[in-house]
């Protein structure tokens, strides 16, 4: 069994069930509860990395609990904030810990090439927590958003675009506050590529030699 493969599958089946459970109280518990298996799961890996385990638990035990919170009080600004002001360096502690993972040897395994995927997902989740905080700090600063968890959804698809570099979001940062976390996430993507696919990539090819 592959820890940071569930972890992968969680954070995908989390981004196919948005659209089908953010219409509704039920459906927002649902998304909840996805989201407390997936940080669950960034524990379990956490735990199998040389990192502090004990700093992945302060950081993600409080965020389970707000996302109960979150489930439950759907419309409250300042619910909403602390849960991003926690899972946000949460999800950042995971990425660096999953990077460290995949650094800490020269023989790639299979849990580290879903590592990959699966660091790569969880930078994505943590910049579209610090854009959650962004927009309820200062509003308008990225738009035209939705409500609620849809906002969140809709701020995912935007990390995910700046991430890769692909340009295709229909969502836009309007003020200086955002671009500068989008030009720290364009830098983080680039440099993902070049730093660390292309390490297990040059690692597979000659161990293959």
Not at 1 to 9: D, G, N, T, V
Not at 47 to 62: H, K
Not at 136 to 148: C, E, K, Q, V
Not at 179 to 207: D, F, H, K, N
Request: charged content about 10%; hydrophobic content about 55%; aromatic content about 12%.
């Amino acid at each position: 069994m592959h820890p940071s493969a569930l972890l992968l599958m969680a954070q995908l089946l989390a981004i196919v069930a948005y659209p089908f459970l953010d219409s509704s109280r039920v459906g927002s518990a649902a998304l909840g509860v996805i989201s407390m298996v997936a940080v669950a799961l960034a524990l379990w890996v956490v735990r199998s990395t040389p990192a502090l385990t004990v700093i992945a638990v302060v950081l993600g035990a409080p965020a389970v609990l707000m996302t109960v919170l979150e489930a439950v009080l759907v419309d409250e600004d300042w619910v909403t904030l602390t849960s991003a002001l926690l899972h946000a360096p949460f999800y950042f502690y995971v990425s660096y810990s999953l990077i460290r993972y995949l650094f800490h040897d020269d023989r790639v395994t299979t849990d580290e090439l879903y590592g990959i995927g699966a660091a790569f997902t969880v930078v994505a989740w943590g910049f579209a927590y610090v854009y959650l905080a962004v927009v309820i700090l200062a509003p308008g600063s990225i738009g035209p958003l939705g409500d609620g968890t849809e906002r969140f959804f809709e701020l995912l698809f935007f990390s995910f675009t700046n991430l890769t570099s692909v340009g295709l979001s229909d969502i836009v940062p309007t003020a200086d506050h955002a671009r500068s976390w989008v030009i720290l996430e364009q830098v983080a993507g680039v440099l993902y590529v070049a730093m660390v696919i292309s390490r297990l990539v040059a690692l597979t090819v000659r161990r293959h030699d």
